[in-house]
């Protein structure tokens, strides 16, 4: 059985909710995989680095316990995003704490991530890496990563600029492992249009920035209610690297969104004293004019399913 496949089993969807800063929390990683998809957050998002154990204990007992009281349900497993970049000065450590809970999944994302996939295969954890081209993937590839994600126009947060129909068909071309798709999608129907398209797995975000779970501010919340896809700005200056952000929250730090500076790539910064002038920047992708209300993340993942299996019934 391929590795899709076992993870497949353990899900409802084939969904993985994508880790976002500040926002991806216990309380929402533990939601999203209690109802049948993968949770994760980024290992940074424990603001310290003694309190990342603690967060991976909680995951991890509160998931067991699930498991125990509904043996017939679908409870996925987490993932914990790690940012291998040099400015990461928590690296090995939050890797240490990954290995000492067995983390089933590590997400990693910026340059190629030989340490991480060394650290997990030790345990027997995987890798799935963000790609937002085709030589990303293939530098991933020869790092020995065991999935690819790839990023492409539309999603929130780190983006990249091309289609998926271009991207996922140049990557299926020499890479048939585990893929994951992002950009854009917050439906059921747009999940079964990932695999169509040669994905094994959905990759969402802000679809679940508008939960009652989720670490963000309630103005941060409504303004995902109340945008659409016009709103969304594509900029590098806030940390270095290309992303979308509500166009509203850079006019509310007083910035023009048309007319934003470049953002020198070398600045990247992604270490424990890194500068937070720019927390009230709220990234989200294009699909934003889907989501019209907050809820638990319960709620979104039944509709999420009823939306799935309708498309597939329509398209049967």
């Known amino acids: 059985m391929s590795l899709s496949e076992r993870l497949r089993a353990q899900m409802r969807l084939p969904v993985i909710g994508s880790p976002m800063f500040i926002v991806s929390n216990p309380q929402l990683v533990i939601a999203q995989c209690r109802n049948g998809i993968i949770g994760s957050f980024p290992a940074l998002n424990a603001r310290a680095a003694d309190q990342l154990p603690v967060w991976l204990e909680r995951i991890t007992n509160a998931l067991r316990a699930e498991r125990e009281a509904r043996p017939e349900a679908r409870i996925a497993p987490f993932a914990v995003n790690q940012i291998v970049h040099a400015s990461n000065d928590r690296l090995e450590q939050d890797l240490r704490a990954c290995a000492d809970f067995r983390v089933p999944l590590l997400i990693t994302s910026l340059r190629a991530p030989h340490a991480a996939v060394e650290a997990a295969h030790d345990y027997g954890g995987h890798v799935f890496h963000d790609v937002i081209n085709v030589r990303h993937a293939e530098k991933a590839i020869e790092a020995g990563v065991d999935g690819l994600i790839v990023v492409c126009a539309g999603a929130g947060g780190h983006a990249g600029t091309l ?14 492992g585990p893929l994951v798709l992002s950009g854009a999608i917050t439906r059921g129907e747009h999940i ?3 695999q169509a398209l040669g994905a094994d797995f959905a990759y969402m975000g802000t679809r679940f920035i508008a939960t009652e ?5 309630a103005d ?31 006019e509310n730090a007083g910035l023009d969104p048309d007319a934003l ?23 989200a992708g294009q699909g934003v004019g889907n989501i019209d209300t907050v809820e638990p993340a319960a709620a979104i993942i ?15």
């Open 163 to 176: 289609s998926p129909f271009a991207l996922v068909s140049e990557i299926r071309r020499f890479w048939d």
């Open 192 to 194: 079964l249009a990932a």
């Open 213 to 217: 779970e989720a670490n963000a501010v």
């Open 220 to 250: 941060y919340k409504t303004m995902i209610t109340a945008s659409s896809a016009a709103d969304i700005v594509y900029s590098n200056l806030f940390t270095g690297v290309h992303g979308n952000y509500l166009r509203g929250s850079i």
């Open 261 to 283: 500076s470049e953002s020198d790539k070398q600045a990247m910064s992604f270490g424990s004293d890194r500068k937070k002038t720019w927390k009230d920047i709220w990234g």
């Open 302 to 316: 039944d509709r999420l399913a009823e939306e799935y299996e309708a498309a597939r019934q329509r398209l049967a």
